[in-house]
């Protein structure tokens, strides 16, 4: 059974960097797209950011891009994200999602539980 | 890029049928036949429940539906039954390799 299990996410203060990390079990990450897809409290979902089964492609959604870093293992099956000055509107509920395909799409097919990250002072 | 356009709220009683919309533009739910839509119980984690449109990943009831027009989607659920209460998000392909999401909406069974 496909399980993802993200980590790392926790209180941190405005400016400050966390990194959150998804360990994937009954399949390979080197072989499907991976999504970071976060949820504010009370809000709905938003897309993030995305990495191709290589990783060679990466993408950002607009509001973390230049401050958010996705990156992968795939000899550990793990997936991350590298959040760099925080803001107080990045508090939300952070998912790690897996595509149904190698490459970005609208196809998930599986989410982890989420790690919470908060930002306040 | 601003979220897809979703109601807030739908209500139906079981057995009775729903239909929730998704509204976007050319360049994202008109331009592609690529729209998901998934389900969040509260505290859980969404389900994957329709992709390109209309087809149904294994193990999702028939029941659900999709179909688009132009730029609006929309999941058709039949035969309400109380478990189907729930947040439903749509989500578009939306050009240079981005993902979209709806604002959600909330389905309340009578």
């Known amino acids: 059974e496909v399980q993802l299990v993200e980590s790392g996410g926790g209180l941190v203060q405005p400016g400050g960097s966390l990194r959150l990390s998804c360990v994937a079990s009954?399949?390979?990450?080197?072989?499907?797209?991976m999504n970071w897809v976060r949820q504010a409290p009370g809000k709905g979902l938003e897309w993030v950011s995305s990495?191709?089964?290589?990783?060679?492609?990466?993408k950002y959604a607009g509001s973390v891009k230049g401050r958010f870093i996705i990156s992968k293992d795939d000899s550990k099956n793990t997936l991350f994200l590298q959040m760099n000055s925080l803001r107080v509107e990045d508090t939300a509920l952070y998912y790690c999602?897996?595509?149904?395909?190698?490459?970005?799409?609208?196809?998930?097919?599986?989410w982890g539980q989420g790690t919470p990250v908060t930002v306040s002072s | 890029q601003s979220a897809l356009t979703q109601p807030r709220s739908v209500s139906g009683s079981p057995g009775q049928s729903v239909a929730i919309s998704c509204t976007g533009t050319n360049s994202d739910v008109g331009g592609y036949d690529y729209v998901s839509w998934f389900q969040q119980h509260p505290g859980k984690a969404p389900k994957f429940m329709i992709f390109?449109?209309?087809k149904r990943p294994s193990g999702v009831p028939d029941r659900f539906s999709g179909s688009k027009s132009g730029n609006t989607a929309s999941l058709t659920i039949s035969g309400l039954q109380a478990d189907d209460e729930a947040d439903y998000y749509c989500?578009?392909?939306?050009?240079?390799?981005?993902?979209?999401f709806g604002e959600g909406t909330r389905l309340t069974v009578l």
């Open positions: 999602a897996k595509a149904e395909l190698g490459w970005l799409t609208e196809r998930i097919d599986h």
């Open positions: 990495i191709s089964d290589s990783g060679g492609n990466i």
């Open positions: 009954a399949f390979r990450i080197s072989n499907y797209a």
């Open positions: 390109d449109v209309s």
């Open positions: 989500c578009s392909y939306a050009g240079a390799d981005s993902i979209i």
